[in-house]
């Protein structure tokens, strides 16, 4: 089964407008972190928004919110007041401390999003 | 602060032959990683080290050599080059889990790799 699930391989959003990115997790691990993050079309990965399992608030910077239903297993990425600059790959990773050693991250596939005038 | 650097940025290889991607972090990181990414698939781990002169398999290790002979470095090293192994090559560094926070991973500009 897949750790990291993102079901929208491409997203429309009109600037201004909010939109929010599918993530679901599978995990028996009561101890995680998720993370979103974002690539532009130069490719370099930009570090969005961190939620951990035992955070009782979802995680905001910013533009950035994090919707995250624990009991349904999802971490969606919201942004706010798109902008075009928001055109991009993003990608969802989980961190599960039972894999022991390292602070190893599985990643989902990706949603390519782009912001339209 | 240059944080994570990758050379070389691009190359071209012929099938069979050897080569070393060089991985370089000036943030004082415990932790670093390789993964590779390919279209569809998202990043997935190759290796990764947890400390110096320590390296560990993830999930796609095959294929695939490491050594962090240095703290501040991670190499990864193809030794017969396939067709496969096509693909952007991303280097990361992370703090250990011990000093708490998100502990994100940092990542390098990507190496374009291309095996004909």
């Known amino acids: 089964a897949q750790k990291i699930t993102q079901t929208q391989p491409g997203m429309f959003v009109q600037e201004k407008e909010a939109v929010t990115l599918d993530c679901t997790y599978d995990?028996?691990?009561?101890?995680?972190?998720l993370f979103w993050y974002k690539q532009p079309s130069s490719g370099e990965m930009i570090f969005l928004i961190y939620q951990g399992s035992y955070d009782q608030q979802n995680a905001t910077e910013g533009r950035y919110s994090l919707n995250f239903q624990k009991a349904r297993k999802s971490a969606n990425l919201v942004i706010s007041a798109s902008q075009l600059g928001d055109s991009a790959m993003y990608f969802c990773a989980m961190r599960e401390a039972r894999t022991g050693g390292g602070n190893k991250l599985t990643f989902g596939t990706g949603t390519q999003l782009k912001v339209e005038l | 602060n240059a944080g994570v650097t990758q050379t070389p940025k691009f190359r071209v290889l012929k099938t069979g032959q050897s080569m070393t991607l060089l991985c370089a972090q000036d943030m004082n990181h415990e932790y670093m990683y390789w993964y590779r990414q390919d279209p569809g698939m998202g990043l997935r781990l190759i290796h990764y080290s947890v400390g110096e002169g320590t390296t560990a398999k993830g999930e796609v290790p095959d294929g695939y050599n490491v050594s962090r002979l240095k703290k501040q470095n991670f190499l990864l090293g193809l030794e017969s080059a396939a067709p496969s192994q096509t693909s952007v090559y991303f280097c990361?560094?992370?703090?250990?889990?011990?000093?708490?926070?998100?502990?994100?991973?940092?990542f390098g500009p990507g190496t374009r790799l291309t095996v004909l």
């Open positions: 995990t028996s691990d009561p101890s995680y972190g």
């Open positions: 990361a560094s992370s703090y250990s889990l011990k000093t708490g926070g998100d502990n994100e991973q940092f």
